[in-house]
């Protein structure tokens, strides 16, 4: 079970400082087939990574598309899905997929909450149809609970999401309080949107978030939030870096390319030197949507097959053994902590008014 | 412990001789002592001969 140490902001597990070494498989529980979940978790466990992170309803405004997928909802008249009537066979695979996740030495970070299924947000393209309606809030949150507490997951609340309204942070909240009411000792979070630097207020000086994630994100021009943001959110919490951009996407702007592990690299130790050290999550595209060669993209772009994206070798970065690897300057940060908390924004301060180097 | 994305002159204010320095070129993971001076309290780590980002790792003496 995964704890909060305060005092130190590092997560424990077992009572013993535990870096959370995510990778990111948001759309798993629709697309993934037993064998190919297999395949994954062996691999990615041999790289040394602890956490996979999932969405729950999986991500329908941003997916790959297959004719074997699963979906946890049946789908009204309109094709949009009927927040009323659950799928049980998604849910009963979705719970044999955690199983075995945590059977590998995984700890699960469930997203509850896309975007997409959440009032007033930037969800593109918008469309209020798969929006779920409020009073579906709790009860959806006691399903999950239901169906995945026996495995500890940690909560995440949120998926990607920014807070467009009021409305918005009302979803949440009753989600937060859901699982806060009901699971003794559940660990929760809130995965926000990359142009978000910032929790709301509510949120912030809530006893309902145990730690924070921020999302440094894929826009090539905006790169330095992977500290920028970190430092931002310097203060009561552990803080990780929940979405760096995606190794193999291509940069969102006109000018060619895409990101490979030299970016993936620069993010996390950008991120973690930042003081965001409790962790680091990894993602690559096509991974995430568990894309297969043959099939089509919602959003038109081609992706590589998850099969390739799980090979990228950006995933290594993390966890390279010469050394370098966030596991071994987690341990170092920690063991020097409390010099390293009291001279980092200062440091940062005194180079921002250094003259530059001839 | 510095990330240095660039491989540039650093100037840090603080006494860096108090400390043993390796460097990690972290493409190819390979790892060097670098060049640290120290004058009238400002340090500076010169560039290493490398072409990526490296993580400095200093330990006090």
Redesign the interface.
């Known amino acids: 079970m995964i704890t909060i140490d305060m005092e130190r902001h590092l997560l424990l597990k077992d009572r013993q400082p535990f870096f959370y070494l995510a990778d990111t498989v948001w759309n798993a529980f629709v697309r993934a087939t037993p064998k190919e979940w297999e395949t994954y978790l062996t691999y990615r466990r041999s790289q040394g990574y602890n956490v996979v992170r999932i969405s729950a309803f999986g991500i329908y405004n941003d997916r790959s598309i297959g004719e074997d997928d699963l979906h946890p909802f049946e789908f009204t008249t309109k094709g949009k899905y009927d927040f009323a009537k659950v799928n049980e066979a998604y849910f009963d695979r979705a719970a044999e997929m955690a199983e075995a996740a945590v059977h590998h030495g995984f700890i699960l970070d469930l997203t509850l909450f896309w975007l997409c299924y959440v009032k007033d947000t930037q969800s593109w393209p918008p469309d209020p149809d798969w929006v779920i309606p409020f009073e579906r809030i709790e009860p959806l949150t006691h399903l999950l609970i239901d169906r995945f507490g026996r495995f500890d997951p940690i909560y995440c609340i949120s998926g990607d999401t920014n807070f467009g309204s009021e409305d918005t942070i009302r979803y949440y909240m009753k989600a937060f309080k859901t699982v806060k009411g009901r699971v003794t000792n559940a660990v929760t979070t809130m995965h926000i949107a990359g142009n978000v630097p910032m929790l709301p207020e509510v949120f912030m000086k809530s006893e309902l978030l145990d730690f924070v994630l921020y999302q440094s994100g894929h826009d090539r021009d905006n790169q330095q939030h992977a500290y920028t943001y970190a430092l931002g959110f310097l203060g009561e919490r552990p803080i990780i870096n929940g979405e760096p951009c995606y190794e193999g996407m291509h940069f969102d702007d006109e000018r060619g390319g895409h990101y490979a592990a ?1 970016h993936v ?2 993010a996390m ?2 991120s ?2 930042a003081g965001a050290k409790a962790g680091f999550t990894y993602g690559a595209h096509g991974m995430w949507s568990w894309h297969r060669e043959d099939e089509r993209f919602l959003n038109g772009e081609s992706l590589p097959g998850w099969e390739t994206a799980m090979r990228f070798e950006g995933a290594w ?1 993390a966890v ?1 053994p ?3 690897s966030s596991v071994i ?1 987690f341990t ?2 920690n063991r020097h902590y409390h010099s390293f908390k009291m001279r980092h924004p200062t ?1 940062v301060r ?2 921002q008014r ?1 003259p530059v ?2 | ?3 240095q ?1 660039d491989n ?6 603080l006494d860096a001789g108090a400390y043993d320095w390796d460097v ?1 070129e ?2 190819g ?1 390979r ?1 060097l002592k670098p060049d640290v001076r120290v004058e009238n309290g400002i340090s ?1 780590l010169k560039r290493h001969p490398f072409q ?2 490296s ?1 400095w ?1 200093g330990i006090r003496k």
């Open positions: 030299p690299r620069r130790w950008s973690l030197l970065e390279s010469n050394g370098c300057t170092i940060l440091f005194q180079l250094m180097s001839s | 412990m510095i990330y994305p540039v002159h650093l100037r840090l204010v990690i972290l493409e993971k790892i500076t990526s980002d993580l790792i």
